[in-house]
């Protein structure tokens, strides 16, 4: 079975800090991870992946995030945030790749000017 | 490229009707789709896996007979919701699955409403 667990179903930064949002996961065998972000009424976009290759992996918008198996984590961050960042982040696993994707609860970022 | 599209994007009907939804991909071929509800304010929820040529799987929980699927081709799966009632009321997220990228694409979502 696997699962993830977003801590902070909101986070708030001002403009120009860090963004961090956090994901646990919990699976059997090594995992793929993902982040998607989604802006209001929209579907899912997706940010980056981790499927065992580099343990840092990089996303668009300057988005990134680490796979941290002693620690099971895979938070995203990003060193300067936006006001165009703002919307709710999904981390999701999966066992296979890209099917059966299982979603975290999301968090809610927002942004102050 | 990895473009997948929905239609339609909201819609509003009468209790006991049925409505179809649409999912493409547009710019590439999917042998599988996914069907996701989506409430307000929390995460999706997987509805069923949808494969080319072959019937639904459907996750637990999941009403098969109310929530038609339909894969005819490598870019069209539907979803027919069957005698709609107001608690099927939700946003509905389609996802289409490039092989080669080995990645879920999603559509932008239905909104649908039942009066």
């Known amino acids: 079975a696997q699962s993830v667990t977003q801590l902070g179903s909101h986070v708030s930064v001002s403009e120009g800090a860090l963004v961090l949002l956090r994901c646990n996961y919990s699976?059997?065998?090594?995992?793929?991870l993902f982040w998607y972000v989604q802006y209001p009424n929209q579907g899912l976009q997706l940010l980056l992946k981790?499927?065992?290759?580099?343990?840092l992996v990089k996303g668009i918008n300057d988005f990134e995030a680490e796979f941290k198996k002693s620690e099971t984590s895979f938070h995203l961050t990003k060193p300067s945030a936006h006001m165009s960042d703002a919307a709710e982040y999904f981390c999701?696993?999966?066992?296979?790749?890209?099917?059966?994707?299982?979603f975290g609860t999301g968090t809610r970022l927002t942004v102050i000017p | 490229g990895a473009v997948v599209s929905q239609h339609p994007s909201w819609v509003i009907c009468k209790s006991g009707t049925s409505v179809k939804i649409e999912c493409r991909s547009l710019?590439?071929?999917?042998?599988?789709m996914f069907w996701y509800r989506q409430f307000p304010k929390q995460s999706l929820m997987l509805m069923a896996t949808s494969n080319e040529g072959s019937k639904a799987t459907y996750e637990q929980g999941v009403e098969k007979d109310k929530f038609l699927i339909n894969h005819a081709s490598l870019t069209l799966s539907t979803l027919t919701v069957t005698s709609a009632h107001p608690e099927d009321s939700s946003f509905y997220i389609c996802?289409?699955?490039?092989?080669?990228?080995?990645?879920?694409?999603f559509g932008p979502g239905t909104r649908l409403t039942v009066l």
């Open positions: 999701a696993v999966s066992l296979t790749g890209a099917n059966n994707l299982f």
């Open positions: 710019d590439f071929q999917a042998t599988t």
């Open positions: 996802s289409a699955r490039n092989s080669i990228t080995d990645t879920q694409y």
């Open positions: 699976s059997s065998v090594p995992p793929y």
């Open positions: 981790y499927t065992s290759a580099a343990t």
